[in-house]
Structure formats: C-alpha cells, structure tokens
C-alpha cells in the first residue's frame, strides 16, 4: 500500500523554459540549457510553447515536505487545505505530508476520506495526510490501521506528541506487516524529561529562569524506539531532530544498518537558544526547541552527510492571538513552507556550508524516499515537478503577504536570497510570481 | 505625557524600560542608589511628598498575589507626586479572560508613563513592551527577574555592609525557580561582588557558573566564606512527590540558614515571605541582626528612585545633579 496523493484538477502546463541551469542530482543531470514542460510532462516538441528566459535561473525538481501543519479540521483559521497548500507551492513544494493532530485526531476511515476530498477540491499541490498512531493520539489504542492503510494514508503518527509506551509503540511497529510498511513517524520526547520545559535546556535557560527541554529528553526516546524497530525488524522516521545525541543514535543506528531515516527542519539548522532570549514567543517557540551551537553544527553535519535523510519544515501555523502571549504561555511552532528553501540557501549554500546540490536532493528525492513517495524529477517523460528558482532574488520575509493564514515565522522581517518564481506541480502551475 | 516628550524630542522615541538587571550597567545602577539615598533623606522630613514625577501616570498591573513589591511601588509613585492607578487579576477585565495584549492595548490609551508588571509567566513584561511606548518596569515575571528587588538589595547591602565591590554574597537554596537570585546575581556582579550559589544539585540552575559567572557549591559549609548569606525561599511544592529534594525533613537538615550555621560577623537577607523552620531558621528570622526589615523598608525609597530614573529627564551627570539639588527644597 502507498500513499495516497491528491490534488485538485487543473489545467495541464506547457511552457519552456529557456537557458535555465537544469539540476538534478538523483537523475544526474546538471547542465544550462532549455526545459521543455508539455502538457504536464517534461520534454515534447518546444513549438508553439509560451517561452520562459531562465537566464541565471534554477530549475529544481520540486520539493517534497514530508511533515506538514494544515490545521484541518479544527483549526481553519489558522491554515486550510487551500492556504497551506499554496504557501507550499510558493516555496517551491510540489508534496507535502500534513500531520494528523487536529481536532478532531485523523484516527478514523471518516477523517481520513473527508480530508482526501477535500484535498481533492482545494490542494494546490500533491497533498498526503498521516493518520494517527493510536486513537485521540491518547497513546493506548492502535487506530484502524489496515483500513487507514487502504484508504491511502501516508503513514502513522502522533506528531505533537510521544507515543509514551514503549509497549503501545512496539504493538504498532509489529501492525506495520498488515499496513504494507508504511513508515511510523515518530516524534521523540520523553514527557517526564520535558516536563514544563519551554525552550533548550542550556545556559540560555538558565539565564531566563525558563524550564528546559533537555537534548537526552528527545535522544533517550529515539534510543528507545530504534532498539524496539530492530527487534520488530520494523521501519520508522525520526522527526524533527534537534539534539547532538539524537544524531550519535542515529548514526550509530545506520551503521549497524537499522531501518530508520530521519529528517530536520531549517530553524535547528541555522538558529540557535541565543534567539530566545528575546522572548518572542511567535518566533522563537517551538517544540523541539531551538538548541545550542554544538547540537546545531551536529545536525548541519548530519545532514551533510546523509546522517539525516532530509529536510522538513515542521510547518506548523498559529493564530496570532495565540502566538502574541508571554513567552511561557504561548503555543509552540513556528511556520516554515514559504522559506525553507531561501533560508537554507542563505544561511548554509551561500555560506558554502552546504553545497547546492546537497541542499536540492535534501529537499526533493530525499525525503520522496524516505518515505515512499514518488521522486519528482527532470528526466524525460516524467510527471512535471517542478521549482524554478532564482537562487540569488531577495526577500524580505513577510513584506509580500504570506500565502500561509499565519504569520508566526522565525525568519519575519529577515532579508534572505533565493525566490521561487514558478512551481509547477502534477503537472500543473501551481505557483507563478 | 509621554507624547509631549516625544514631540519635544522630535521623533517618536520609545521610553526606556526596565525588565532584566542587564538593562542597566554599573553606572545607571550606582546613579539609581544614589538617588535612593537622597529620598530617604527626604523621607526623614515632616512632608514626605515631592512635586518630581506630577501629571506623569504610573499604572501598577500586578496580575500575581504581591503585598511588598504591590505596596511600595503604589506608595512610591504617590509620594512622588505621580497619578497612580492599581490594577489587580481579580475584580479586572484579566478575570474576564481578557488576553495581556489587550489589557496592555486599553490602558495604553489612557497615556500611561509606565507600566508596573507583576506576572506569573516569563516574557510578559517583554509581550508588554511590543503593544506600548511607556515604560515597562518588571515587578516580577515568573521565575525571569525581578530587578526593584535585586536594587534594593544593593541598596542595603551598601548602606548597613559597605561597598558592595569585592564583597562576597553566597544565594541559598532553590536559586534555579528564583527571579530574586536571577536579578541579585546580575546586580552583585555588574557592582564587583564576587557570587557564589549553594543548594541542593536539582535546584541550582543548569551549568550556573558558566550561564551566571557563579561559584557554585551544594555543601551549606560553603557559606562561610560569603560576607552576605541571601536566603532564597524553598517552595512546598519542590518537596516530596514529585518535587526537587526528596522531603521538607531533608532540605531543612542540610540547607536551612541557622545561627549554627553562621559565622560572626555575616549578615542575612532574605526576600521574604519567609517559610520559617524551612530555609530559615524562626530564631534567626526574628533576629534584628539580619537585614530583612532594611530590605522591606529600603523598597519604598528604592522603588522611588527606579521611577524617578525611568521617568525624569534624562541624566547627564550636571543634570542629575541639579535635579537632586532641586529635590532637596523641593
């Protein structure tokens, strides 16, 4: 069983664009040249086509996001099917996984077939949607998960929260044999170790007075859950990984060939607790929570070297009501989808961090891999899927409305360089500046 | 009136606020003892009231349960002359459900000079700061600061001890919970002192000597050093189940301050409420050698001169010292 991916119908595009540097590390294409998109597909006949100049520009294949806040059902006013989806395809995201903690929980067929309609009617791009590992994401009961599976669920998880019994998660790591393998995306935290904990426990919470999140809260669970993958020979992705000891785990774990990948969001790759000390709660408060510098160079490194499979956003808007609260108060996540790319870009690609390239299938095959999603490419005859990307443009975050319904952006009023100018995805134009 | 200063100054300037003892260095802080110095030497008079901070609007949000901190800022704004207003969680909008932004926005447009926050969550007075232009002073935001306490507590410490430069004042007991040590800490150390905490290794803050630039220790002995002992106080709720030390039993046996405990000579503070028998021993809480009665009595004049910093004019040192000249006949 797979994922199933919906999207709304649209129009088939075609276009060339002209003189582009085409890159593709999976599919090793790398050179400057014209691309070709014809009726939703790569390559064709080029006559007759509307022209593109993609002089100093980048084609990409489009990126994938596999852990996505759409706030659906429940929470509208924050994000919808239709906003989040197009703040996505203005970042250059042609598929994108939304997690299940809403109100109510995706835990059952109902859910699950009501949010795939509706993605169907108002997804900009490809969306999937994970169901919950246990009903009310309570940690005590499995959902249905054969019938879940079925009905195309992208996976299972509790994100928002740990699956607190170790027994509970080794039932549902066993159950991935009737489910065809689709991934357990965990979220890793021990709940007794985080307790009150709002921000990195370090010399920054220290200094605030803050209750902290210690690094071993979330490295401790991910120990926890590999050693039950291996004795249930089963598959898991890590999310969100914040902590140096996570990454000792992880490493270990796949040298000792493990079934595990894992992925990390752009604000532990480039931010640090530092930021905190600002008490602004709408930028800086999130869970996991921005570490040291040491844990921060640990996951660039990680990344780098394929430690860490991918890149995710952890895309996760707020009200401003909620958000414009003290800083113990207010809820934790930051949004991410429109500049995840201009962030790593400029703050790891054009610090010559991280190559391009590196960051390209970070962001596109990689995470399509890890979990067992279609790979979008530029080989010929595929599906269009696409970014065009001016990898030097200027943003200021937030001076163009955002596509999002929320503001809560660590990056507000940050310049960055790297703006998509064309997302085409499933084969249609799904953002155009 | 603080849009009168601004159209003074020409442009639209943010009043300067005080929230963590790292706002202020060593000067502003020596400037603040000064000027609490000469109001209580006007507080020795018959009148007791000077003209300083008239038609200036002080309003004292205090959202957490406070008698001292409450008292002595209302008492300090009207023996300044300022229009006071008190504000308290029950009986206001805050009981309604009204959110701190909005309260914020709908007394802002009465024109208030400063805003006294006291709150029970990190980071309020800094949400304040973003919804006013009037000053912020934190009375106390959870377990961040708590900066008119840390001044005081200079204030004391220089006026009965001596200067604080060199001097050696040891924080004891629950100092990671507390906003009283976080201040003090601050404080003691932008002034010379050298810092040092002692407690039990669950109630000390994680990695205190690199976050702070502390001495730390978990043995009571290490007290001996300190010329000053500041007593922190030990909540219930961080003994026995569930807490940080395993029982009142336990934490009074190796870290309640007693006259055994001491060596001549050293002086105690303490914030209070007290939890006598807990971190501080009846005898010596009722002991008139200590300085906690100077403490309570120092937060009126103190408590002045921190809303006389914030609210007239700028000091440069001519100024400053006209301005206090003019208080002296006043």
């Given at each position: 069983m797979s994922a199933r991916l919906v999207q709304r119908d649209g129009t088939p595009a075609s276009l060339v664009i002209e003189g582009a540097r085409l890159l593709d590390p999976a599919a090793g294409i790398d050179r400057v040249g014209d691309l070709v998109v014809r009726d939703g597909a790569i390559g064709g006949e080029p006559d007759g086509l509307e022209r593109i100049s993609g002089d100093g520009l980048l084609v990409a294949p489009g990126f994938v996001d596999p852990h996505v806040h759409l706030r659906t059902p429940g929470r509208e006013d924050a994000e919808d099917i239709a906003s989040g989806s197009r703040a996505a395809a203005a970042g250059g995201f042609v598929t994108i996984l939304a997690m299940p903690n809403t109100h109510p929980v995706v835990d059952s067929a109902a859910v699950l077939g009501s949010l795939l309609e509706q993605a169907a009617r108002d997804a900009a791009i490809r969306v999937g949607f994970f169901a919950a590992i246990t009903v009310g994401q309570e940690g005590r009961a499995l959902t249905e998960q054969g019938e879940l599976a079925e009905l195309g669920a992208a996976g299972f998880s509790d994100d928002?929260?740990?699956?607190?019994s170790a027994e509970v998660l080794r039932r549902a790591l066993r159950y991935q044999q009737i489910t065809g393998g689709l991934p357990l995306v965990l979220h890793e935290e021990d709940p007794d170790l985080s307790?009150?904990?709002?921000?990195?426990?370090?010399l920054v919470s220290s200094r605030l007075g803050l209750a902290g999140i210690p690094g071993v809260s979330e490295s401790s669970m991910v120990a926890r859950d590999l050693a039950l993958a291996v004795t249930e020979d089963a598959r898991v992705h890590v999310c969100h990984v914040s902590a140096r000891e996570t990454v000792e785990e992880l490493r270990r774990a796949r040298e000792r060939g493990v079934r595990v990948t894992s992925e990390v969001t752009p604000h532990h790759l480039v931010l640090t607790d530092d930021a905190v000390a600002t008490l602004d709660a709408s930028r800086y408060k999130m869970n996991p929570p921005l570490r040291s510098e040491e844990d921060r160079e640990a996951l660039v490194a990680a990344l780098a070297d394929g430690t860490i499979d991918c890149v995710a956003t952890d895309h996760a808007p707020h009200a401003p009501q909620e958000k414009e609260a003290p800083f113990e108060e207010a809820p934790f996540g930051v949004t991410g989808l429109e500049t995840a790319f201009a962030v790593c870009n400029t703050h790891l690609v054009r610090r010559g961090v991280l190559p391009l390239e590196l960051l390209v299938r970070r962001m596109s095959s990689d995470p399509a891999a890890a979990l067992g999603l279609p790979v979008p490419t530029l080989a010929e005859g595929a599906p269009a899927d696409l970014a065009l990307i001016d990898p030097a443009g200027r943003v200021r975050v937030g001076e163009e409305r955002f596509q999002s319904k929320s503001a809560n952006s660590a990056f507000l009023g940050d310049d960055l360089e790297g703006r998509i100018l064309l997302t085409i995805a499933g084969g249609q134009v799904a953002w155009r500046r | 009136m603080p849009r009168t200063d601004d159209a003074r100054k020409g442009a639209s300037v943010r009043r300067r606020s005080l929230i963590a003892m790292s706002d202020l260095d060593r000067a502003a802080i020596a400037r603040i003892l000064r000027t609490a110095n000469r109001f209580t030497e006007v507080m020795g008079r018959d009148n007791k009231r000077v003209p300083t901070l008239r038609g200036r609007t002080v309003i004292n949000l205090f959202l957490e349960p406070s008698t001292r901190t409450s008292t002595s800022f209302e008492l300090a704004a009207k023996r300044l002359s300022a229009d006071v207003v008190n504000i308290k969680g029950t009986g206001s909008s805050v009981e309604k459900g009204e959110s701190l932004k909005d309260t914020i926005l709908t007394l802002n447009a009465y024109g208030p000079d400063v805003f006294v926050i006291r709150h029970a969550a990190v980071g309020a007075c800094n949400l304040a700061t973003r919804h006013t232009d009037a000053s912020v002073l934190n009375a106390g935001d959870g377990k961040h600061e708590h900066p008119s306490q840390a001044l005081l507590d200079l204030y004391t410490i220089e006026r009965e001890v001596g200067p604080i430069d060199g001097l050696h004042i040891a924080f004891v007991g629950d100092v990671a919970h507390s906003r009283v040590a976080r201040s003090g800490i601050a404080g003691f150390r932008a002034m010379g002192a050298r810092v040092s905490v002692v407690g039990p290794p669950t109630l000390l803050p994680w990695r205190a000597e690199e976050a702070l630039g502390v001495e730390t220790s978990t043995d009571i002995r290490d007290i001996a050093a300190a010329d000053v002992v500041y007593v922190l106080r030990m909540q219930r709720e961080r003994m026995g189940d569930g807490g940080q030390v395993p029982s009142l039993r336990e934490y009074a046996a190796r870290y309640e301050v007693t006259h055994e405990r001491l060596r001549p000579g050293q002086r105690v503070m303490h914030a209070g409420p007290i939890n006598r028998g807990v971190e501080l021993s009846g005898a010596l809480a009722d002991d008139p050698a200590t300085l906690i009665e100077r403490q309570a009595a120092n937060g009126l004049v103190v408590r002045m001169a921190i809303l006389y910093d914030l609210l007239a004019e700028p000091a440069t040192a001519t100024s400053e010292a006209q301005e206090l000249a003019a208080l002296a006949v006043a």
């Open positions: 928002g929260r740990p699956v607190r307790g009150e904990g709002v921000m990195h426990e370090g | -």
